[in-house]
């Protein structure tokens, strides 16, 4: 092994544990009483009041606004102002529960409830040693995709019609973002592929890895469908008083039809963007009304490095350095390095893009940074077969490396053949 360290391992799976339980899991059907979201809040009530959790983070309407934000609710009664899934995405949830975590050990045990994508970033961050999973159960949730923030903010009510509107005709519609329009993870797929070349394919993993979903497809409102995902899923719904069922055809049924037409939609958007950011010219076009505010960065679950190369003194420049600079060229343009700062960020965290949108959401200019990011991050998933939020224990390719790994890099005649099997017999 070169440098020999640690050794990737290939298509992870779930614990023999989970992957033996799943064999003889029943999801649970619960009928709606008055309304999905009002179905959703009792069982977290029953959460706290059996203390199977002490205490549960959500998304929340801010009181008497338009506004949402998370909350840590402990008192069940507060639950009331908790909306499952608001129509906008104001601070993605892999952010809020990464701010729980950080910093000290935690006894408590707490529930989160998030969208996919949100769940996903949760992992990748778990994965990072940014959230401690250990006494959080994830709970995720169908998610028909949200309205972009500055639609939402320039007029609330109407954005909020259509959200409902697009829950109607799940995400068929042009008020969501581009990404959400795009979103082939808006359900649980269990041993699902991600994508048409993904790894998953040769038997995979449950994404993103909750330990319980909500599943609102195929229910009409009627039903909603629970699906313990993990051992600790399944030991927290035994705890309530649930009628079991052990087929979940309808919902399943569903996802998959609605996947279908997403992938759809993902195939046609790559074969668009492939030519958009094609060169560097193109790349950069795409940037050049960039103000380099970071807003994006700051946005994004992922990118969590608490000082940050471009916000550090490194990029700073004497005004004679400055001078010297524009003397070179003619000009020098301020603020400077925006294109270093966008292929550094991708370069950082590409392979962990959950694709939620919370950069593009974030960008007082209106560039496309999140679709960029995705079209370029599925790319390099692609290529070394990750798939970010799946499998808790599934280290980030570049922590890590494979015995038989970039062997159509290797330098010919530099001692190491370019075949990955000779080459292992050299290293
Ligand atoms: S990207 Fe959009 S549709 Fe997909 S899970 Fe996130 S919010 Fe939902
Ligand atoms: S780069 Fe954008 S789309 Fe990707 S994880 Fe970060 S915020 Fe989400
Ligand atoms: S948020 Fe928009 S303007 Fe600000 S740095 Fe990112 S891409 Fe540039």
């Keep these: 092994m070169v440098n020999g360290d640690v050794k990737r391992e290939e298509t992870p799976m779930n614990s023999a544990q989970d992957m033996k339980n799943r064999n003889s899991l029943k999801g649970k ?34 009181p008497d606004t338009d506004s949402y934000t998370w909350l840590l609710v402990q008192e069940g009664s507060l639950l009331d102002l908790c909306d499952p899934l608001p129509p906008v995405m104001t601070v993605q949830g892999g952010k809020a529960l990464s701010s ?32 401690d999973l250990d006494h959080i159960i994830l709970f995720s949730i169908d998610c028909p995709g949200t309205v972009p923030l500055s639609d939402y903010m320039r007029d609330p009510q109407k954005m909020a019609e259509n959200f409902k509107e697009s829950i109607k005709k799940w995400g068929e519609s042009e008020s969501l973002r581009p990404i959400c329009q795009i979103c082939d993870r808006f359900s649980l797929f269990p041993f699902a592929p991600s994508s048409p070349k993904s790894s998953l394919s040769q038997g995979g993993a449950d994404l993103p890895a909750s330990d319980i979903h909500i599943g609102l497809l195929g229910g009409n409102d009627e039903k909603i469908f629970l699906w313990p995902v993990t051992q600790r899923g399944k030991d927290l719904l035994k705890k309530l008083d649930l009628s079991v069922h052990d087929n979940l055809e309808v919902w399943e049924s569903k996802v ?3 996947r279908e037409e997403k992938l759809k939609k993902r195939t046609a958007f790559h074969d668009e963007w492939s030519t958009k950011i ?21 946005a994004c679950p992922v990118c969590y490095c608490q000082q940050c190369y471009f916000d550090s003194q490194l990029l700073t420049l004497t005004p004679e350095a400055y001078l010297e600079r524009a003397q070179k060229r003619g000009s020098l343009r301020f603020p400077l390095d925006t294109l270093l700062f966008h292929i550094g960020r991708m370069s950082h965290m590409a392979l962990s893009c959950v694709s939620c ?12 940074v999140a679709q960029v990011f995705t079209a370029v991050g599925d790319q390099v998933q692609d290529y070394f077969k ?13 922590q890590i490396f494979l015995e038989d790994e970039f062997g159509d890099v290797e330098t010919p005649g530099d001692g190491l053949e370019t075949s990955h099997g000779e080459a292992k017999e050299n290293v």
């Design 256 to 258: 998959e039809e609605v």
């Design 357 to 368: 949108g919370a950069c593009e959401d974030a960008c007082p200019m209106s560039i496309p």
């Design 100 to 131: 729980l975590t950080k910093h000290g050990e935690m006894e408590a045990n707490i529930g989160a409830l998030m969208r996919p994508c949100e769940i996903e970033a949760v992992v990748e961050l778990h994965k990072l040693k940014q959230i």
């Design 386 to 398: 990750y798939v970010p939020g799946r499998e808790k224990e599934e280290s980030p390719p570049l």
């Design 278 to 298: 094609k060169g560097v010219d193109n790349f950069a076009a795409i940037f050049d009304e960039c103000i380099n505010c970071h807003n994006c960065m700051e």
């Design 29 to 62: 059907i619960v009928l709606v009483d008055g309304e999905n979201r009002k179905t959703i809040i009792d069982l977290m009530k029953q959460l706290l009041e059996k203390k199977c959790l002490d205490a549960i983070l959500v998304p929340s309407q801010v």
